[in-house]
């Protein structure tokens, strides 16, 4: 990679981070201020992107239950969502086209069609980005945005099989031998163990499985994507995840920057890309109505839609292939270019606020609600333990076992991510499934039982948030967090919380305590 490109993507993405914004925007900027200067993109920020994207569907694969896909507020909404929003822009563009906008005259019937058809996308990579930064990854409405994403990438992936006549070929069924071998290779990764082997074995299945899917004329990304899938239920998958967190980040750069590359700007492209941002809102609206009809909460089904609201890039493939195919004019390779780069900037902006947002509009919004609740909407009032753990990660389980075991309080535990609560409490673990950040989730409780709140969760957003919500229910006990640096403890002592934990630096108290203690012991 060009030096010039690490020094834009680190300026920029500084700056971006500086005013609060995702650094995920500054490179996006760099790709654009590259190209304007001059700077060309190659093979090696095009291989950058591609193994980005080939992690980044790899991991979420690893963190995806397939049950979830035949849940009736996913397939349902992705496919009403496909098929309603391709009228309604189809029929904006026709009217773009009538108040006498050259660009949009010159498009038939079948062109703006396939515009629309590109548009109906969200971006995998950056409601990804914009999830994992925010720490919702496993929360309902983060869940439920990412399997609808699944299906929208299985339903473009379909797409690029058909328009690139690339027919998968009759040894894809020997893919199926997999399953065959699914005990052998889940012995090789328990032999592989804790060490610098595990990113690669995770690299291994992942590529590996991409030029698997590529020899038999299966788009290789997919075959990244199922085999995430395939191994999900592994014990070491999330450990899996984490080694190759940083890998995917940093190729995932090579990404932004491409999408720059693809652009040369000019002022009537930038006005038509402006009037496409005109229909983000529909997007937004059409999500929200379809997951509020089907049942989902009015919280969760805002915070989905609004991460939802952007343009993708698998858009771009298919407007690359279009124009290949000679069924699209060039310049709306560009266009939709600047309309995806433009959606990425305002999806993260907004999402920094979209938990004010719902809060400020929560009773206009609740009225859209059904009465009926979905059963993964339904929380169960836990005992009268007065004490609660958010966030049963490692810092979570050593706090629930010493309080069991030192402590004479009652503590229960709640974690946002189903599957690990079912897995919790078949250990005997009292703990409960429910979204800490919902100011909804403390209304129904009973908060005048509880008299401590621990926060174990490493995210500071998060752990502010929730300090919002239970003071915005009007919580009178006394609430705890754990902070990696000083700085994050300032912030969350600012922000009001009784005690703040320094991971590291308590770490260091516990093992100096013990082992001085086997001193006074001999």
């Known amino acids: 990679m060009d030096f010039i490109w690490i020094l834009f993507a680190f300026i920029c993405g500084l700056a971006a981070k500086t005013i609060n914004l995702p650094p995920s925007i500054g490179f996006l900027a760099a790709g654009f201020a590259l190209h304007y200067l001059g700077y060309e993109s190659d093979d090696t920020l095009k291989a950058l992107s591609d193994l980005g994207i080939t992690l980044m569907l790899f991991t979420i694969g690893l963190k995806l239950d397939i049950k979830t896909l035949f849940k009736t507020e996913i397939w349902l909404t992705s496919s009403l969502h496909t098929v309603v929003w391709i009228v309604i822009a189809t029929a904006a563009m026709k009217i773009f086209a009538f108040i006498a906008i050259s660009s949009f005259q010159a498009l038939d019937l079948n062109t703006s069609l396939l515009i629309a058809f590109a548009l109906s996308f969200s971006s995998t990579v950056c409601v990804i980005k914009l999830l994992e930064e925010n720490g919702e990854m496993r929360t309902r409405h983060g869940k439920l945005a990412v399997a609808i994403l699944i299906i929208q990438d299985i339903v473009a992936v379909g797409f690029l099989v058909i328009a690139t006549a690339k027919m998968p070929s009759l040894w894809a069924l020997a893919l199926l031998s997999l399953f065959l071998v699914k005990p052998i290779i889940k012995k090789l990764i328990s032999l592989v163990g804790h060490g610098e082997l595990i990113p690669l074995m995770g ?43 940083s890998f995917k980040d940093l190729f995932l750069i090579g990404f932004f920057l491409s999408i720059g590359f693809t652009a040369t700007l000019s002022l009537e492209m930038i006005g038509l890309a402006g009037m496409l941002m005109l229909l983000i809102p529909i997007k937004f609206m059409l999500f929200f109505a379809l997951l509020s009809v089907l049942k989902v909460r009015a919280r969760t089904a805002f915070l989905s839609s609004l991460a939802l609201s952007n343009f993708s890039e698998f858009g771009l493939i298919v407007a690359a292939v279009s124009v290949n195919a000679q069924w699209l004019n060039k310049e709306w390779l560009v266009i939709l270019a600047l309309a995806v780069a433009f959606s990425f900037v305002v999806t993260n902006v907004l999402y920094n606020y979209a938990h004010t947002f719902f809060t400020r509009y929560r009773n206009t919004l609740t009225k859209l609600e059904r009465n009926e609740r979905l059963s993964e909407d339904v929380f169960i009032q836990p005992s009268q333990a007065p004490i609660i753990i958010i966030g049963m990660g490692r810092v979570g389980m050593g706090a629930y076992n010493a309080i069991k075991t030192h402590g004479n309080k009652r503590v229960w535990a709640l974690d946002a991510d189903k599957d690990k609560v079912n897995w919790l409490t078949s250990q005997g673990i009292e703990a409960y499934y429910g979204d800490a950040e919902d100011v909804c989730f403390w209304e129904n409780i009973d908060l005048t039982k509880l008299e401590l709140v621990l926060i174990a969760l490493p995210s500071v957003k998060d752990s502010i948030s929730i300090t919002t919500q239970l003071n915005k229910a009007h919580f009178s006990g006394k609430i705890a967090a754990i902070a990696r640096f000083d700085d994050e403890r300032i912030k969350l002592e600012n922000q009001g919380i009784d005690k703040v934990f320094n991971f590291y630096n308590e770490v260091g108290v516990g093992f100096a305590d013990e082992s001085i203690a086997l001193l006074k012991e001999s």
């Open 203 to 245: 690299f291994f299945f992942a590529f590996g499985s991409y030029e698997l899917f590529e020899l038999v004329n299966i788009k290789g990304d997919l075959g990244a994507l199922l085999m995430g899938m395939f191994l999900a239920s592994h014990g070491k998958a999330s450990e899996i995840n984490k080694s190759l967190m």
